[in-house]
């Protein structure tokens, strides 16, 4: 008759083992999200940047329209003192308009000077947005790619957990009803693996020497043991 004790425990160990692959897939499923969002931040960034140079040449338009509207006005006003001087009466009022008039021409030659460097940074900004452009596309198939390849790898650990579970259910069936109840209670207990090897005397649960009494038990098979620093059941290993 086969070590009943022996037989719950290899059962247990494969369980653990089960639960632990479940796990680490789990794992990377939960990093998809974080992976995916990541590459919408990426692409996000990105576009943002694009957006901001957008915007910083509709400013340059506006300031290149208001040095415009200001230029305008200057030139009339130097026109104006134009007509004047034809009429004036004293060399004094002739001075006044003729530096008037070099102030305005004076004036205007600045804004000139502004509006150029306005399309020069509007002209440099374009050619950069287009090329910021081509790189976005290119950046967004890149994307498109990536969470292809994590949503399919997503999927893939998604059939592999269902397939792991459906393994746990058939094998924990030849489990005592009571000792899966019992494992259940103990991974609560501490929060991780229930089940721990016993090597050389130590408890690789918690890395605790077992009692000599119980480790030469132990290695017996005859009943389930409990770590008594732990909790976890425990089964012994050759080192
Ligand atoms: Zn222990």
């Known amino acids: 008759m086969p070590n009943f004790a022996k037989e719950q425990i290899d059962i247990l160990i494969k369980l653990q083992e089960i639960e632990i692959e479940n796990d680490i897939i789990k794992l990377k499923i939960n990093d998809v999200s974080i992976k995916i969002d990541a590459l919408d931040n990426e692409l996000k960034t990105f576009k943002e940047t694009i957006d901001e140079e957008e915007s910083r040449i509709k400013d340059w338009q506006q300031k ?13 006003k130097a026109q104006k003192s134009q007509e004047k001087l034809k009429s ?7 001075q006044s308009s003729l530096k008037e008039i070099e102030e305005l021409k004076a004036l205007n030659s600045k804004l000139e000077d502004d509006m150029l460097e ?46 792991l579970e459906t ?61 008594p620093h732990c909790q976890r059941i425990i089964y012994w290993e050759k080192s």
Do not use: H
């Open 118 to 163: 306005c399309l020069e940074r509007m002209d440099m900004a374009e050619a950069d947005i287009a090329k910021k452009k081509e790189e976005y596309l290119i950046l967004t198939d890149k994307v498109k790619n990536e969470k292809d390849n994590i949503i399919q790898e997503s999927e893939q650990g998604r059939k592999k957990i269902s397939q």
């Open 88 to 94: 004036v009466k004293t060399n004094k009022e002739y």
């Open 64 to 76: 290149y329209r208001s040095y415009e509207a200001d230029a305008k006005i200057n030139l009339a």
């Open 167 to 227: 393994t746990w259910n058939t094998i924990s069936e030849k489990l005592d009803p009571g000792l899966i109840k019992q494992f259940n209670v103990v991974k609560k207990i501490v929060n991780g693996t229930a089940l721990a090897a016993v090597i050389d005397t130590v408890c690789q649960g918690c890395n605790m020497n077992i009692p000599p009494q119980m480790y030469n038990e132990l290695q017996r098979f005859e009943s389930l043991k409990f770590c």
